[in-house]
């Protein structure tokens, strides 16, 4: 870095504080009522005849459209700032929020919510990291969780947030208040700001190393297209591929079995705790007895991130083994959560896997960038990311299909608890392969 763009970023340090402020809010407004599907949707499914399928395939579609829309972002950002890019994924996201509000039965869901916020919301995450990653270097890990943290005390709250607006204004008002809240993605992403830098290939503070070294870069890049226009088209498109996906990543055999473990464990997390409402419903529990379960995960997720970050502070934890580990301590507890029905010992399982969900969430994107360099880690997590999607939308429909065919919520459970299998089973052989 330059002694004039070091003088800059010291200069505007403090939008940084705003960045944060930002990447909260989007965040909260993005995710924060993902878990209440259940507490939102349950009477609606009811009345329309809906089935559970359509709603874990819309998740499936979701998870998958988050990698789409972080490919969309990386191509737009060679032509326009990434703040440009992240307002075009908030108005993405706010309109499928919007067409919510008038679907008629959940099968409308995989496209206002699957397709449409799942794209925009996943052209505002790599915006909001990017962002941040630029004006936080030396501090980065412990502002980002605070960032976290603050994030996730206010999603304690957010399911009995959901329960009263649902008990005032049911669903139609309650999703009315969800767009309301949606629209605040768009201030998150005019906060974006990098002052007077225009970054082409979404690098972050630490990659960047002067104004003269990022002329030098595009003037090779202008030469590298002007090489590209004598080539035939075919070769145009295969070179475009391998650009904008870095496929090279995908010859580490390693890595491919990270993101095979992975992707089924983040599947099964997230279907899991998504149907949870449903479940509890299902044993009998009223809507604030469910409400304050939601609750009890969500401030366990927060203790379990607080609590990791306080015992790497002492102890040097590999990742791989903490998520190995995680996994198959989380298999065993929801074994247990499902022949229990007592709600004190539901709540007490719920608090448990929060903690360990927790420790999923932070042990995942850090696997990945100890496998891979620096310079492929964005490619490398963006491909874990459409792996991920891949499993999602291939086996959210038939997850649905398991609580519809035997109108039950066991079996499905049963079969989300079974899709941890691979990352337990895979991840040893590997091991043993390895030593060998």
Same mark, same amino acid.
């Given at each position: 870095?330059?002694?004039?763009?070091?003088?800059?970023?010291?200069?505007y /340090?403090?939008?940084?504080?705003?960045?944060?402020?930002?990447?909260?809010i %989007?965040?909260?407004?993005?995710?924060?009522?993902?878990?209440?599907?259940?507490?939102?949707?349950?009477?609606?499914?009811?009345?329309?005849?809906? &089935?559970?399928?359509?709603?874990?395939?819309?998740?499936?579609?979701?998870?998958?459209?988050?990698?789409?829309?972080?490919?969309?972002?990386?191509?737009?950002?060679? !032509?326009?700032?990434?703040?440009?890019?992240?307002?075009?994924?908030?108005?993405?996201?706010?309109?499928?929020?919007?067409?919510?509000?008038?679907?008629?039965?959940?099968?409308?869901l995989?496209?206002?919510?699957?397709?449409?916020?799942?794209?925009?919301?996943?052209?505002? #995450?790599?915006?909001?990291?990017?962002?941040?990653?630029?004006?936080?270097?030396?501090?980065?890990?412990?502002?980002?969780?605070?960032?976290?943290?603050?994030?996730?005390?206010?999603?304690?709250?957010?399911?009995?947030?959901?329960? !009263?607006?649902?008990n005032?204004?049911?669903? !139609?008002?309650?999703?009315?208040?969800?767009?309301?809240?949606? @629209?605040?993605t768009?201030?998150?992403?005019?906060?974006?700001?990098k002052?007077?830098?225009? #970054?082409?290939?979404?690098?972050?503070?630490?990659? #960047?190393?002067?104004?003269?070294?990022?002329?030098?870069v595009?003037l090779?890049?202008?030469? /590298?297209?002007?090489?590209?226009?004598?080539?035939?088209?075919?070769?145009k498109? !295969?070179?475009?591929?391998?650009?904008?996906?870095?496929?090279?990543?995908?010859?580490?055999p390693?890595?491919?079995?990270?993101?095979?473990?992975?992707?089924?464990?983040?599947?099964?997390?997230?279907?899991?705790?998504?149907?949870?409402?449903?479940?509890?419903?299902?044993?009998?529990?009223?809507?604030?007895?469910?409400? &304050?379960?939601i609750?009890?995960?969500?401030? =366990?997720?927060?203790?379990?991130?607080c609590?990791?970050?306080?015992?790497?502070s002492?102890?040097?934890?590999?990742?791989? %083994?903490?998520?190995?580990?995680?996994?198959?301590?989380?298999?065993?507890?929801?074994?247990?959560?499902?022949?229990?029905?007592?709600? #004190?010992?539901?709540a007490?399982? %719920?608090?448990?896997?929060?903690?360990?969900?927790?420790?999923?969430?932070?042990?995942?994107?850090?696997?990945?960038?100890?496998?891979?360099s620096?310079?492929?880690?964005?490619? =490398?997590?963006?491909?874990?990311? @459409?792996?991920?999607?891949?499993?999602?939308? &291939?086996?959210?429909?038939?997850?649905?299909?398991?609580k519809?065919?035997?109108?039950?919520?066991?079996? =499905?459970?049963? =079969?989300l608890?079974?899709?941890?299998?691979?990352?337990?089973?895979?991840?040893?052989?590997?091991l043993?392969?390895?030593?060998?």
């Open positions: 870095m330059d002694p004039e763009t070091k003088d800059h970023k010291q200069k /340090d403090s939008w940084g504080l705003v960045v944060c402020f930002g990447t909260i %989007t965040f909260i407004a993005g995710i924060g009522h993902v878990n209440s599907f259940g507490l939102i949707y349950i009477d609606f499914m009811n009345e329309t005849g809906s &089935t559970a399928k359509s709603l874990t395939t819309a998740h499936g579609v979701f998870a998958i459209m988050l990698a789409v829309g972080g490919i969309l972002l990386n191509i737009m950002s060679n !032509r326009i700032p990434l703040q440009l890019g992240g307002l075009i994924g908030a108005v993405l996201f706010t309109l499928g929020s919007l067409l919510t509000i008038i679907i008629s039965n959940t099968n409308q995989p496209i206002t919510f699957g397709v449409l916020q799942g794209i925009g919301f996943g052209i505002m #995450v790599p915006v909001c990291y990017s962002t941040f990653n630029y004006y936080f270097v030396r501090k980065r890990t412990a502002v980002m969780s605070l960032c976290k943290s603050v994030q996730g005390i206010i999603l304690i709250w957010y399911p009995l947030l959901m329960k !009263r607006t649902m005032l204004y049911g669903m !139609r008002g309650t999703l009315l208040i969800i767009f309301g809240i949606s @629209l605040h768009i201030p998150g992403m005019l906060s974006m700001k002052k007077d830098i225009f #970054v082409r290939s979404m690098k972050t503070a630490s990659d #960047v190393k002067g104004v003269k070294e990022s002329e030098n595009d090779l890049q202008e030469k /590298d297209g002007d090489i590209e226009n004598n080539k035939n088209k075919l070769n498109i !295969r070179r475009g591929i391998l650009e904008v996906l870095n496929l090279k990543v995908l010859k580490d390693v890595y491919c079995n990270i993101c095979i473990g992975q992707s089924f464990v983040n599947f099964s997390d997230l279907t899991f705790f998504i149907l949870l409402p449903m479940l509890l419903f299902q044993h009998g529990y009223d809507k604030s007895q469910v409400a &304050t379960c609750s009890i995960g969500a401030g =366990a997720d927060v203790a379990g991130r609590l990791l970050t306080a015992l790497t002492f102890v040097k934890i590999n990742t791989r %083994t903490l998520f190995f580990v995680t996994t198959l301590l989380t298999l065993i507890l929801r074994i247990l959560l499902l022949q229990i029905r007592e709600f #004190v010992w539901v007490t399982a %719920t608090a448990s896997l929060g903690v360990l969900r927790a420790w999923l969430h932070i042990a995942s994107p850090l696997i990945i960038s100890d496998q891979v620096h310079e492929d880690f964005p490619a =490398a997590y963006a491909l874990f990311l @459409l792996a991920a999607g891949i499993v999602n939308v &291939t086996c959210s429909p038939f997850i649905g299909m398991l519809d065919y035997y109108e039950d919520y066991i079996p =499905a459970f049963y =079969a608890t079974a899709c941890c299998i691979p990352c337990l089973v895979l991840w040893p052989i590997e043993l392969l390895r030593k060998k």
